[in-house]
Every structure is written in structure tokens, then in C-alpha cells.
């Protein structure tokens, strides 16, 4: 199976557009299980090795197969900027009815930072407005993942249904 990595560019009306620029060869593309999610961002994107930190957004069907696949930000060592504009943008345009944020932290530490909860908890509430549910956020780090769903102490997405 092959999930499409995309990214988007203007057309000659300067409207958004999807542009393909390339894809991943997995064995199962249903993301229903943190898991799942975790193996992927770390044997396809590589996340457990990045020196900066990455945020990615897949977008997924009701019943959480893949649509594709977007690098949202790429930032410094302990940061990044997430914009819901631009990630429901390509949410909407790839056709999403769910989706799961993904992206690691360079130190290797799972934690979850404020802003790591402050931008969950605007995704989830755009997404709910929009009717485009956020499944889970998954942090990625050094032979570990975390699901902000599953665990307590990240204090959020606990309302999320799978």
C-alpha cells in the first residue's frame, strides 16, 4: 500500500492546490491505534532521528485509513509554528473527516510542553468546528512515543474517540 505525501502550491488563480511530491510504501495504511501511528512517523519520516523538530499532519478517513500525508513545519531544536489555517487547508482539500498530528522532540524527552497542549487543544476545537475530528497528537522521541490521548498527565484529548 502507499500513502501519498503532499504538499500545497498556488494555482494560476492563487488558489490552494494539492501537489503530490511523493509517497510512502507501507504494509497497512489504517491509523487506529497510536501504535501504528508511532511506527510509522518513525520507520517512513524518520522522526526518532531528526535534529529539529518536525510536525506533520496525516489526514484519515471515519475509519482512520490514510489520505496523505503533510509536513507542516519544520523548526529549531525545540520549536516549531503550527498554523490551523494551514493545517485544516490541506485537511480539507485532501478530503479528511479525522486526523492525527505528529512530531518529535530532537531531545528525546516525550513530554508533552505547554505549547504542545496549547496546539492540540486549538486543533481539536477548530477541527471540531469544522467537523474534522483530531484523533490523537503523537510526540516522538528516543525509542519512545506518546500519545496525548492515552496519557494522563497530558491532560488533553482525553474526549477523543477512536
Known amino acids: 500500500m502507499?500513502?501519498?505525501?503532499?504538499?500545497?502550491?498556488?494555482?494560476?488563480d492563487k488558489k490552494?492546490?494539492?501537489?503530490?511530491?511523493?509517497?510512502?510504501?507501507?504494509?497497512e495504511d489504517i491509523f487506529d491505534k497510536p501504535?501504528?501511528?508511532?511506527?510509522?512517523?518513525?520507520n517512513?519520516?524518520?522522526?526518532?532521528?531528526?535534529?529539529?523538530?518536525?510536525?506533520?499532519?496525516?489526514?484519515?478517513?471515519?475509519?482512520?485509513?490514510?489520505?496523505?500525508?503533510?509536513?507542516?513545519?519544520?523548526?529549531a531544536v525545540s520549536a516549531s509554528i503550527c498554523n490551523p489555517r494551514e493545517i485544516f487547508i490541506r485537511l480539507l482539500l485532501c478530503g479528511a473527516s479525522t486526523f492525527v498530528m505528529i512530531h518529535n522532540h530532537p531531545s528525546g524527552d516525550t513530554n508533552p510542553s505547554k505549547a504542545d497542549r496549547m496546539v492540540a487543544q486549538k486543533l481539536k476545537e477548530a477541527g471540531d468546528l469544522l467537523g474534522i475530528t483530531m484523533i490523537d497528537s503523537i510526540i516522538i522521541g528516543d525509542h519512545y512515543h506518546l500519545s496525548m490521548k492515552e496519557n494522563s498527565n497530558a491532560k488533553l484529548l482525553n474526549r477523543m474517540s477512536i
Not at 490552494?16 to 504494509?27: H, Q, R, S
Not at 522522526?47 to 489520505?67: F, I, P, S
Open 35 to 42: 501504535e501504528k501511528i508511532a511506527r510509522f512517523a518513525i
Open 2 to 12: 502507499r500513502i501519498k505525501e503532499y504538499r500545497t502550491e498556488l494555482d494560476k
Open 16 to 27: 490552494n492546490v494539492l501537489c503530490e511530491i511523493g509517497y510512502y510504501d507501507v504494509t
Open 44 to 75: 517512513q519520516l524518520h522522526l526518532d532521528r531528526r535534529a529539529e523538530e518536525y510536525v506533520y499532519v496525516v489526514g484519515l478517513t471515519t475509519k482512520t485509513q490514510a489520505l496523505g500525508v503533510f509536513e507542516i513545519s519544520h523548526g
